[in-house]
C-alpha cells in the first residue's frame, strides 16, 4: 500500500509493516504518534485501508441511551464541567424506577442498550448500583452497559466489599458490560494533574482485568488533548495492548477528544483547548495500527462532531458509536447537540462508501 504523499523510509517501513498486521514497537508508536501533517496525511490514508481490509467495507453504529443517574460528586477533575456539588441547585440524583422509566423508553424507540453512568455520590453505595440494575433489568431486555472502574471503585469502598466481590454482584444483577472510561491518559504523571483523586492508572488497570476475568467485557478509551504529549499518548496504548493480550477482553477503543469550553482546567488556563483536527487525525490512525489486536475503533460522533467522525471512517475507525439519545457529559462541557438518528448514522457511513450495520454493545450484527 503506497501512500500518495512521499514519507521517509523509516515511515514508509513502519506503514509497511503495520499493513502486513506486523506488530509496531514502542518506538514506532511514537513515531507515528509524532508526524508532520503531511506525514499524517499518509499514515491517515494507510490506517483507512487497514481498516476496510479487516471489516471488509463495513461500518457499524449502535441504538441505545445515555442515561446519567446523578451529577453529584466528590470528585473534581480539572477536564469535567458535569460534577455539581450536593448543595447546587443543578444537583440531581434520578431513582431506580425513575432509570428504569428512560431504559423503558428507549427500549420503546428501538435501542438495545443503555450505558448508564454518574458522578461519585457520597451517599450511595452498592445497594443503589444494585437497585437500578433490578430495576432495568426488570422492565426491559435492553443490554445494561454502565459504571465506569472509577464508580465501581466507589461503590465497593462505599459498602466495605472487595473490587471482585462488587463486580460479581454487579453481573449477577445484570451488569453486562463497562465502559472503560476514567482511563483518560493512563500515566499517572498526566493524572496527578487532571484527576489528583481519581484512581491510579494501576487500580484502573486492575479493575479492567478484574472484569474481564469474570467474564464482564469492556471498553478502552482515551481522553486526549489537553496537556499530555506523545510520548503519554504511547504509554496509554501500550497499556491497552497488553491487557488486551493477556485478557482480550476489550470490545472497542474510544479515543474521546477533550470537549475543553466549560471545563475548570480551560478556565484556569491549563492545557492546550483541545485537540486540533490534525491531531484527532494522527491519533486515530496511529491508534488503528499500534493496537493491532483491536478490531473496532470507534469514532465517537458527541466528541469530534459528526463531519469528523464521519471522515475517520476513512482513516481507520470503523464504527461511529450510538445515537444517544440524551448526552449529558460533553453538552455541559461545550457541546451542542445530544442525539444522532439511525438514519443520519447510516447516511454519515454510506456516503464514505461503507455498508451501514447496526451492532449490539458486543458488536454481534
Ligand atoms: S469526571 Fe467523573 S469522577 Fe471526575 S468530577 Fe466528573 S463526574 Fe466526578
Redesign the pocket.
Same mark, same amino acid.
Given at each position: 500500500m503506497r501512500p500518495p504523499v512521499v514519507v521517509d523510509a523509516e515511515l514508509e517501513e513502519i506503514l509497511a509493516r503495520a499493513s502486513e498486521g506486523r506488530r509496531l514497537t514502542r518506538e514506532e508508536g511514537l513515531r507515528l504518534l509524532k508526524t508532520s501533517p503531511e506525514e499524517t496525511l499518509a499514515v491517515a490514508y494507510v490506517a483507512g485501508r487497514i481498516a476496510r481490509q479487516l471489516t471488509g467495507g463495513i461500518a457499524t453504529y449502535v441504538v441505545n441511551r445515555n442515561i446519567n443517574f446523578t451529577n453529584i *460528586?466528590i470528585?473534581? *477533575?480539572g477536564f *469535567?464541567a458535569?460534577?455539581q456539588k450536593p448543595t447546587s441547585r443543578l444537583a440531581y440524583l434520578l431513582s431506580p424506577e425513575e432509570i428504569a422509566n428512560k431504559a423503558r423508553e428507549a427500549e420503546a424507540a428501538g435501542a438495545t442498550e443503555v450505558c448508564i453512568q454518574g458522578?461519585?455520590h457520597p451517599e450511595i453505595d452498592l445497594e443503589y448500583y444494585l437497585s437500578l440494575l433490578d430495576a432495568v433489568k426488570g422492565s426491559t431486555s435492553l443490554h445494561i452497559h454502565a459504571f465506569s472502574p472509577?464508580e465501581i471503585s466507589h461503590s465497593s469502598r462505599q459498602s466495605g466489599v472487595s473490587i471482585k466481590e462488587a463486580l460479581r454482584l454487579l453481573k449477577d444483577h445484570g451488569l453486562g458490560s463497562i465502559p472503560g472510561t476514567a482511563a483518560e491518559i493512563l500515566d499517572d504523571n498526566v493524572r496527578h494533574i487532571i *484527576?489528583p483523586t481519581?484512581l491510579s492508572t494501576e487500580e484502573w488497570v486492575e479493575i479492567i482485568k478484574t472484569s474481564h476475568r469474570l467474564g464482564i467485557p469492556t471498553t478502552a478509551t482515551m481522553l486526549y488533548g489537553h496537556i499530555e504529549e506523545a510520548r503519554h499518548q504511547l504509554n496509554h496504548l501500550e497499556i491497552l495492548r497488553d491487557i488486551q493480550d493477556s485478557t482480550e477482553g476489550f470490545t472497542e477503543f474510544v479515543p474521546l477528544s477533550f470537549i475543553h469550553q466549560n471545563t475548570p482546567m480551560h478556565r484556569s488556563g491549563l492545557g492546550r483547548g483541545g485537540a486540533t483536527g490534525i491531531e484527532d487525525l494522527r491519533l486515530f490512525a496511529a491508534s488503528r495500527m499500534y493496537l493491532d489486536n483491536f478490531r473496532n475503533l470507534q469514532a465517537s460522533w458527541i466528541k469530534l462532531g459528526p463531519k469528523l467522525a464521519q471522515l475517520m471512517l476513512c482513516f481507520g475507525a470503523n464504527d461511529l458509536g450510538g445515537t444517544l439519545m440524551e448526552e449529558n457529559i460533553s453538552r455541559c462541557a461545550g457541546v451542542n447537540r445530544e442525539m444522532l438518528t439511525k438514519a443520519d448514522l447510516e447516511r454519515m457511513i454510506r456516503e464514505v462508501g461503507l455498508k451501514p450495520i447496526q451492532r449490539d454493545t458486543l458488536y454481534n450484527i
Open positions: *460528586c470528585n473534581s *477533575c *469535567c458535569f460534577r458522578g461519585l472509577m *484527576c481519581k
